[in-house]
């Protein structure tokens, strides 16, 4: 190692989650009233939710994944309707397309930011396309307005895939709302949690309905509604349906990360800030780029790619990061790449040249709250010392 770097007593972890006394206190508050599975906390979170958002209807989940699985159900999503989406996202986007019997139908990116290249979606369609799914990508937004625009112009419906996306705005408004279906993840390495979870947000009364009966077995009526003081324990199964419902213990870290996450963002934003500069004389890692048009940026991660003249691969740099201290995360390798994926629809790989790009190269940098300046000039440190070695 060169001279000047000191290896780190502790690891540095890609993620971190902000998990503080009054969240603790919340939970075991739960745990104390009996109303640990759903109940008034869930019920408290969906509307905290949604009017931070903007949107009238939030129906919050045991995970992002179950809302994408009830929400293309409820979209009304057939075997054999094809979806616009991008490769450039974790495989649950990709899986829930496939699982209820849709094909994926794969646009490419932007490589400077990862986002879904919007110029590419119309000539995507055909007779069998049902709608899009833009994912806004490491807490940037995706371009919405030509999405929407060709989705009106064909008769398309627009789920969004906002896991990345609390507190994220475009053009002022908050992503999730654009479209027919917005969805958020709630998982640890996320910019606010609730150890797992997600939540579904929309405008349409009716379709929430079929929404509410997908996730809690077809019914009408939680176990809250029925059980509470007043309730009916009486249940009518109006479709079939699965068990996706929230949980008050997950809740109950919710709330308070919710009423927080302005400020956990704005600390990301300071640490994305410190790493583009402490990385601006670095030219074997390419930067991530902000989109051009308006949005607001709440940096759920910060992705780099290693490009070539670093002389190594990204899994070797990696490695050398670790033994320095320093942990990483993939998002992602593109789906379309994944084993499945390239057996069953082996026409795309060599079609998507930019998300194959950028797949084999990027990486994502420790980014989390509870970071310190020293962390970030840490990682920076470390870098630079792994491609001083490189170099010989």
């Given at each position: 190692?060169?001279?000047?770097?000191?290896?780190?007593?502790?690891?540095?972890?890609?993620?971190?989650?902000?998990?503080?006394?009054?969240?603790?206190?919340?939970?075991?508050?739960?745990?104390?009233?009996?109303?640990?599975?759903?109940?008034?906390?869930?019920?408290?979170?969906?509307?905290?939710?949604?009017?931070?958002?903007?949107?009238?209807?939030?129906?919050?989940?045991?995970?992002?994944?179950?809302?994408?699985?009830?929400?293309?159900?409820?979209?009304?999503?057939?075997?054999?309707?094809?979806?616009?989406?991008?490769?450039?996202?974790?495989?649950?986007?990709?899986?829930?397309?496939?699982?209820?019997?849709?094909?994926?139908?794969?646009?490419?990116?932007?490589?400077?930011?990862?986002?879904?290249?919007?110029?590419?979606?119309?000539?995507?369609?055909?007779?069998?396309?049902?709608?899009?799914?833009?994912?806004?990508?490491?807490?940037?937004?995706?371009?919405?307005?030509?999405?929407?625009?060709?989705?009106?112009?064909?008769?398309?419906?627009?789920?969004?895939?906002?896991?990345?996306?609390?507190?994220?705005?475009?053009?002022?408004?908050?992503?999730?709302?654009?479209?027919?279906?917005?969805?958020?993840?709630?998982?640890?390495?996320?910019?606010?949690?609730?150890?797992?979870?997600?939540?579904?947000?929309?405008?349409?009364?009716?379709?929430?309905?079929?929404?509410?009966?997908?996730?809690?077995?077809?019914?009408?009526?939680?176990?809250?509604?029925?059980?509470?003081?007043?309730?009916?324990?009486?249940?009518?199964?109006?479709?079939?349906?699965?068990?996706?419902?929230?949980?008050?213990?997950?809740?109950?870290?919710?709330?308070?990360?919710?009423?927080?996450?302005?400020?956990?963002?704005?600390?990301?934003?300071?640490?994305?800030?410190?790493?583009?500069?402490?990385?601006?004389?670095?030219?074997?890692?390419m930067k991530p780029e902000a989109p051009k048009y308006d949005h607001f940026h709440t940096w759920h991660l910060y992705v780099v790619k290693l490009l070539d003249s670093a002389r190594m691969s990204r899994d070797t740099f990696i490695a050398e990061l670790r033994a320095r201290n320093v942990g990483t995360g993939i998002h992602f390798r593109a789906v379309h790449t994944q084993p499945y994926y390239a057996q069953k629809y082996p026409q795309w790989i060599g079609k998507l040249p930019r998300s194959e790009w950028v797949s084999e190269r990027l990486f994502s940098l420790p980014l989390f709250p509870m970071m310190t300046e020293e962390d970030v000039l840490y990682v920076?440190?470390?870098?630079?010392?792994?491609?001083?070695?490189?170099?010989?």
């Open positions: 190692m060169t001279e000047s770097f000191v290896k780190r007593d502790s690891f540095l972890p890609f993620s971190k989650p902000t998990i503080r006394q009054i969240e603790i206190d919340e939970v075991v508050d739960s745990l104390r009233s009996g109303w640990i599975t759903t109940g008034p906390k869930a019920d408290r979170f969906e509307k905290d939710f949604a009017s931070y958002t903007g949107f009238p209807i939030a129906l919050a989940l045991s995970s992002a994944t179950a809302g994408l699985h009830i929400g293309l159900l409820a979209l009304g999503l057939r075997p054999g309707g094809e979806v616009i989406t991008t490769s450039m996202t974790w495989a649950s986007t990709v899986n829930m397309i496939e699982a209820v019997g849709g094909t994926p139908v794969f646009v490419d990116i932007h490589p400077e930011t990862c986002q879904i290249d919007e110029r590419q979606i119309e000539a995507a369609i055909t007779p069998k396309t049902a709608g899009i799914m833009p994912v806004h990508y490491a807490g940037a937004p995706s371009d919405m307005d030509p999405i929407l625009e060709v989705a009106r112009k064909h008769g398309l419906w627009v789920f969004e895939d906002a896991a990345h996306g609390v507190g994220t705005l475009y053009k002022g408004r908050h992503v999730g709302g654009f479209g027919r279906l917005g969805v958020f993840s709630f998982h640890p390495i996320k910019n606010m949690t609730t150890a797992e979870g997600g939540i579904l947000t929309l405008r349409d009364e009716e379709l929430a309905r079929k929404l509410r009966a997908l996730r809690f077995h077809g019914l009408e009526k939680s176990a809250w509604n029925r059980y509470a003081e007043g309730g009916s324990p009486q249940v009518e199964v109006m479709m079939p349906g699965f068990k996706y419902n929230f949980m008050d213990i997950q809740a109950a870290i919710g709330i308070h990360q919710l009423a927080s996450v302005g400020d956990f963002n704005a600390k990301r934003r300071y640490l994305a800030s410190l790493y583009d500069k402490a990385l601006s004389d670095i030219p074997e890692i920076a440190m470390a870098i630079k010392d792994v491609l001083s070695h490189a170099r010989g």
